[in-house]
């Protein structure tokens, strides 16, 4: 019997348009995370709270108030999403997005497709959104040593 050098985690994020709780699975254990704002839809984009949505994949999320920047950081990645322009900067590399993101209640909100590309995910693929249920559906895996 070898030893095993690496685990899988795998996250499923369940958020619904309105409703400020967030239903998250890691390798099968369920918990709901409350938030205090609620995914909306503006402009026929649904936004998300980058912090819970980051957070609840393993993200450490901080804010840098003096050049008002969203910064996310997991392993060797490191995501830069400063709030006044339509900029997010993934390990230096700059993406150009075509909404800027919206501060609500003190918290960055970004559409779906920013957040999957901020987060290294696939819009689609990864980010899973269902019209008839207003649900959006976010799945990462990961392997660790």
Request: no cysteine; aromatic share 6%; hydrophobic share 40%.
């Amino acid at each position: 019997e070898k030893p095993v050098n690496s685990i899988e985690i795998d996250w499923k994020l369940e958020l619904t348009i309105g409703i400020d709780v967030l239903n998250r699975e890691i390798n099968g254990v369920q918990s709901k995370i409350k938030m205090d704002i609620a995914p909306y839809i503006k402009e026929g984009r649904t936004m998300l709270p980058v912090r819970y949505v980051a957070e609840a994949l393993g993200f450490d999320v901080d804010w840098n108030e003096s050049t008002r920047t969203v910064i996310l950081k997991e392993g060797s990645t490191r995501v830069e999403i400063p709030v006044d322009t339509n900029q997010i900067i993934v390990n230096g590399k700059v993406y150009t997005s075509d909404v800027k993101p919206e501060i609500i209640n003190g918290r960055t909100m970004l559409p779906i497709a920013n957040i999957a590309r901020a987060l290294g995910l696939q819009d689609g693929k990864d980010i899973i959104w269902n019209s008839q249920t207003n649900k959006v559906t976010i799945y990462r895996s990961i392997l660790v040593k």
